[in-house]
Structures are given as structure tokens and as C-alpha cells.
């Protein structure tokens, strides 16, 4: 089987193999040839495609007068000059002469028959599939070009069985990196799949997102077009029009008529073209034919700084121009080496006597006409495009001085297979003129491209480089500079590409027709909100939840919120600030009259402990203003609490200790010895504090306060709030103080007939009611409010609380202390003891 099928294929090439030759003399001009030990073929097209429908098998005749291709031209210079450059150098390939075997591709007829006229060989003039590649060898040992994708996938294609390496200096598309199909194909222009990222980032770079899209026909523009539309669309770019330039395409014929009329009507500000040269001319004249101003083009790289494009007549007035051009470069010497060839050239024979008819793939008339002045001018884009190739010549070379193990001084000149140099040319790894030429797996270069902007204001066109993008970076990196972009209209600014403008706040997007970028814009319902982040990564559902009006009262109520809190309580805060004055002052008269007896009927140190713990309470409840933070959330209500369970301890203490004193002291003195031995009064304070700073810390642990935002409860509004306002732990705590507050009562009341000055009985159960009213009416409260106050109320409740506990323990005692120290003595003291003394004995 495999062999008759390499027998048909090997007699299939020979038919089109002799085809070719038998019909055309082989004659070629000066400098498509050079002898060496091992040769390289170069593919150029030095003449523009004869673009016409071919009725016979024949190959196009290139050398046609009138279709000079100045741009093929200086490749094919570029490429002999690289090749010269290796033979002078003495560091690459010394000992070793490279020679070439050039042909103008200027059609795809000529592109197969110059392919297949090098893989033949010499002698039977036979092309013959190989059972084994090991020892195939052939004339040349790599191949240069050929110039466009179209081009490229024939000769990759066929160059493919042998293993032959095919370098491309242009052939960009994103399909030659199918290793499977194309296994030699290598390149020195960045992948188109690059090219496209990059042209996506540039239109969201200005937010255009509603766009037309034009290819050329063949692979490179259809490949890119699709390529295009599949990444643009899933970046939520809507593709309003889209249509290929047909390969037969005429200025003013039908099709580009109506294509042009199809365009105008879709309405897009941007247009990307990505086409090659020669079908962008002709789209680009019918442009101009039709009066299509005022546009943005996007240029793919193939077109973006060609001077073929920029000369058309009238171009000036399409709009602005963006692309995509490969990275300028230079190739050092070219302009001098072109210059000696038309000095050199001058006084050849020429291979064909004007006149007489003579064609083959190596004939090119007008070189010979050139002078120093008349030559075609290297432009940035043919030289962008000559340094591609003098890199592809230059990893040739590197990879057959890898392969013949040359040193510094010596080469062995053994034989080379094309399979082995292939593999030398995927490992090369050098700097050409401080860049570095090497291929990844699919055999890509690591690429970079320039931003250009076309600039009219000169005498001729020009271009700037606007910015850049790194493909060699991923993902893909655009840096640009939109200053620098001179957009055509007066005001000078970047036009917008859009089909329905932004929705104003409140509204939300009901798309019209297929396109999401289309819409028509509707108040939002109340009680839903817009999602700001979906409408970025280009969804338009409506949103569940409240409306961008309600956002907006969202602000304002917090706003609201926190002003009536502050009014509220500024008189609180006032008070809340005196109360703090307040209590440094019995703090500061305290710590004056220690020792007074006052004081220590008081508690003495206690004293310092019970202002302190109300003193952390008060700043708890600064913890209610503002937007609840993790932090406030998780103070507030377990340092009130918790300030508050150390000052009722005290307080029941306290009380307790004075019972004991008066009225056990003498009945159970056992007890009384004990109690006062182990500092009784210490431990009761110690364990109940620690036991409520455990429940505090349960508390929060396993409830644990955040601030939320609550939507739900009100439809227009947003409540800021901590949660588990009212959970399990704060219960548990609350049960704690009233317990305490309980036994305090106790202990007050059974202390009711103390002696006067040891007796606040009146004081602490006037502290404890309205401790107590203030709560129950704070509960009451919060059972059937629910609104924006409650956080006020619960303040409010609080300050009530300590302010109670405050002013009737400690503002008498400053009382006393203060304005009658008459009372505060000794005598007084033991005086009024011995009253109760002698009252109760008397009872
Ligand atoms: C190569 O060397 C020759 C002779 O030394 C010189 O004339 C020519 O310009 C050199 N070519 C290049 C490309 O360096
Ligand atoms: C290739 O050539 C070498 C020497 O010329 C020979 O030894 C070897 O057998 C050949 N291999 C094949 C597969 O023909
Ligand atoms: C284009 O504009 C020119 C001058 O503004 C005008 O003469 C010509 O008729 C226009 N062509 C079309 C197709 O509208
Ligand atoms: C951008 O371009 C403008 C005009 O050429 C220049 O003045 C400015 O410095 C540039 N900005 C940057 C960041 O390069
Ligand atoms: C908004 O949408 C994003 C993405 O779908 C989601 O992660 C986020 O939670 C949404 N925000 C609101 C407030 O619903
Ligand atoms: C070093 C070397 O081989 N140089 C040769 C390079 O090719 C030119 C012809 O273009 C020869 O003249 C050199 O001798």
C-alpha cells in the first residue's frame, strides 16, 4: 500500500514537475544565484500577482512590465546581503561558503513550480517521496519564504515530508503552528494569535465595543477575521458587520458597492481591516470612492505602515488610522549593499534581449533599470520585513555551524540532512544585534509589535509609534500613549464606537435584538440594584437586589443615620464628656482622700476599680457611631457588658461586706474571721469578673459580631449593622448583670438600717431602676422597632445605666467629700456608729 501510494505521488509531482520546465526556458538575471558549499532557496515576490482568474495550466509569467514589487525586492536583497555577511564573517561558518537559489513567487503557480523545481533532482529532474529520511538529502538545505500565508501553507505543505526547514519571514497565521500538518515550518514574524490579542486590547484600551470586522479572502485574513471575532466576542465586543474582500475583487465592481453600503449602515465609528496588501488596496479605494469618512481603522500588521496603501489617492480623508506593525528594526549595511548591487548590475548582460519573450522565476527587468536615485525606497516597513529575513538567513547559518561542529578557525564540511539542520535550527539560541532569535515548540519566534498612527501632517505620510505590546509576556502586554494620537474631527478626541450609550444611575439595560451592546435603558424597580461587575464582563441581566437609586440611598441613609445619631447625641456625647470629666474628678478627690473616711466607707481601692469599669462602659458606646467596623462590632456591646459586670460586682460586695461587718461580725465570728482572712471581697470581684469575661469571649467566639448590611428590612433603604445583635452570648451576659444586680439589691436592702453614712441603700436601688426601666424599655423598643434608631436607643440605654450607677454611688460620697468635710471625719463616723449601735441593743 505504501508504496504504490509514494509511487503516485512521486509521478504525480513529476507530471507537474515537467510541466513546469517543458514550457519555459530557464534563464535568470544576475544575483538570483550563488554557488557555495551548501545552498539555501529563497522565495521573494518581486512582482505583484497577476490578479486574475487563470483559464490554463500555466505558470504566471512574473516578470510582467508594470508589477514591480519594490517591498519583494528588498527582501531579496536582504537576503543575499545576509548571506554575503555570513561568508565575509570569520566567527560563523569560517571555512564554509553559503550560496542560494532565489525565485520570484509572485503567483501561486510560480510559488509550486519554483518549490518543486529545488526539491528535484538534478539529474531525472524527478521529485521522489522518500521511504526513509535519514539519508535524503537535496541541493539546498533549507528554504527562505516564500512572502504571504497563502503562499506558505503550499510550500510548507510540501516541503513537510521531506523535513525540509521553511523559515517564513512574513507568513504569520495562527494555522502554520499545527506542528502535525506543517512539522518543518518555522518563522520570524509573530503569530497572528498574538497579532489578535493585541488588537483586542487595543480597542479596549478606548472602550469601543461595537465594531465592524474586514478580512481579505485566503488564509491569512479569514484565519485572522475568525480568530478576531471569537476573542473580541468572549471580551464582550459586539461585532456589528462583517465581510471578506473576495480574492477578484474591482474598485466600483458590484460587491465592494454594496459592501461599502452595508458598512455605512452599520454604524460603527471603528472598523479593524485585517487584510493582506493587496486586497486592503482595493478595499481601500473603494473606501475612497465611497466617501466613508470619519472612521477609525484598525490595521492588521500586513498593511498598517505599507507605503502600497498609504498612496492611494486620497486615503487622507478615511478618518484616523491604528495598527499593528512588527517591532521597527534595522538591518545595518542593506541601503549600501542594494546601492553597489544597481552599480554592479549596470553592465551585466541581460539574460532576455528586450522584446523578445523570455520568462522563468528568476528574471526581474527593472532591477537592471535601477539608478542610485530612482532605486524603490526602503521604507520602515520593508525593512521591519528585511530584518525578518536576515534573521531567518542568520538561524539557518547558526544551525548548520551547530551541525557541523564548527570552532572559531574550522568547519567539517560533511553532509547535512535536512531533518538533522531542522532540528539544529528549533535549539538556536543567539543575539542579533542585541535581539534574540530563538523559536518556541510550534516554532514562533518570541514576538513584539509596535503601535503606529498614521500622521498626515508632514508633506508626505508618515506613521508614529504610539506604543507597544510585549507577546512575549504573558498574557500579552499594550503600553500606549494616547496623547500622541492626532484623531481626525476638530475636537481632536478618541471617538466613541458604541450602539447604545451608558445607562444613566438608576437605570438597567434591556437588550434590543442580538447584539448585548444594544439596549434600551429603564428605571430600575425598587428594591433592586444594579451589579456594577456584571455589566463590566459584558452580561445585562437585570439584578435581583436593590436599584442604583436605592445605592444611592443607601449613602444618604447612612449619611441620615449617622447625623440623627450625632444629633441625638451630641447632647449625649456632652454629657457622655462631662461624665468622663466628672468621673476623673471624684477620681482625682478619691485618690486625695484615700484615707478619709469616707473614702474607705466607700471600698477603698475598690473605688479605683468600679471608675474604671465604668469608665471602659462609656467608651464602649463610642463604638455606636459611625459604619459598624470589625472592630467596633466586636468592642461595643462585651465592653459594656463587661465594664458593667465589674462595677455591680463591686457594688455587691461592697454592700455585702458592710452587712457582714454590722451585723455577723459579732453573731457568726467564725465566718466573719474567715471572710476577712482570705480577702473574701478580693475573690468574690476576681471570680464573678473572670466569669464574665469567659462568657464575653464564648460569646464572641461562637457568635461572632461582624458589621453586615442589612437590605430586606426596609425596601428603600439599607441598614449598617452588626450581626447577632441579639444572640445566645449577649443574653448570657445580660442574665450575668441581672443576676448581679440582683444579689446588689439584696444586699441593699438587707443593709437598709445601717448607719447613715454606710448607708447608700436609697442610692444603689435608685441606680439599679433606672438601670433596669432603661433596659426594659429598650427591649420593649427593639420588639417592635426596628429602624435606623436602634443603635441610638441602645446607647441611650446604656449611658442611662452607667450614669445611674455613676450619680448615685459615687456623687454623694463627692458631695461629702467636697462641700462637707465636716462629715468626713472620725468623730463623726464613730459617732454615728455608736447611734446604731445603741439603736439596735435598744430594739
Ligand atoms: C564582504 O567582503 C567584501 C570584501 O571584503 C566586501 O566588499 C563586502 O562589502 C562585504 N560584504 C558584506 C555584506 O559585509
Ligand atoms: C545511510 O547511509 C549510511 C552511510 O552512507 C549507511 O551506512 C546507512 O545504512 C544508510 N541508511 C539507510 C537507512 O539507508
Ligand atoms: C463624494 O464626495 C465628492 C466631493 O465631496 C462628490 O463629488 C462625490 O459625488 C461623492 N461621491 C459619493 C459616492 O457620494
Ligand atoms: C506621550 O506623548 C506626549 C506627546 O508626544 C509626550 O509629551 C509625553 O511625555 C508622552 N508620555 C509618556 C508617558 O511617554
Ligand atoms: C455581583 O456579581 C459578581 C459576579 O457575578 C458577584 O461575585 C457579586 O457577589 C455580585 N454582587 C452583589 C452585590 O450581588
Ligand atoms: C569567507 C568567505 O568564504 N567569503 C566569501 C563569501 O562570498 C563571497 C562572494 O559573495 C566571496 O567572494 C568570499 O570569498
Redesign the pocket.
Known sequence: MFFWATYLVSLQLHIAYCWAFSCYKTESSPGFTLPGDYLLAGQFALHADCLQVRHRPQVTQCDRPGSFNGHGYHLFQAMRFSVEEINNSTALLPTISLGYELYDVCSESSNVYATLRVLAEQETSHVEMQRDLHNYSSKVVAFIGPDNTDHTVTTAALLGPFLMPLISYEASSVMLSTKRQYPSFLRTIPSDKYQVEVMVLLLQSFGWVWISLIGSYGDYGQLGVRALEELATAQGICIAFKDIVPFSAQVGDLGMQQMMHRLAQARTTVIVVFSNRHLARVFFRSVVLANLTGKVWIASEDWSISTYITEVPGIQDIGTVLGVAIKQRLVPGLKEFEESYIKAVKDAPRPCPEGSWCSSNQLCTECHAFTTHSMPMLGAFSMSAAYNVYKAVYAVAHGLHQLLGCTSETCSKGPVYPWQLLQQIYKVNFLLHKDTVAFDDSGDPLGDYDIIAWDWNGPQWTFEVIGSASASLSPVQLDINKTKIQWHGKKNQAPESVCSRDCLEGHHRVVVGSHHCCFECMPCEAGTFL?K??IQ?GEQRA?Q?LTDSAEEKEESGLGILELDAQQIFTSASLAEKKNGHLREAPLASHARHLHTPVVRSAGGRLCFLMLGSLAAGSCSLYGFFGEPTELTCLLRQPLFSLGFAIFLSCLTIRSFQLVIIFKFSTKVPAFYHTWAQNHGAGLFVIVSSTIHLLVCLIWLAVWTPLPTREYQRFPHLVILECTEINSVGFLLAFTHNTLLSISTFACSYLGKELPENYNEAKCVIFSLLLSFISWIVFFTMSSIYQGRYLPAAYMMAGLTTLSGGFSGYFLPKCYVILCRPDLNNKEHFQASILDYTRRSVST
Open positions: 451589579n461587575s456584571v464582563s439584578q437586589g
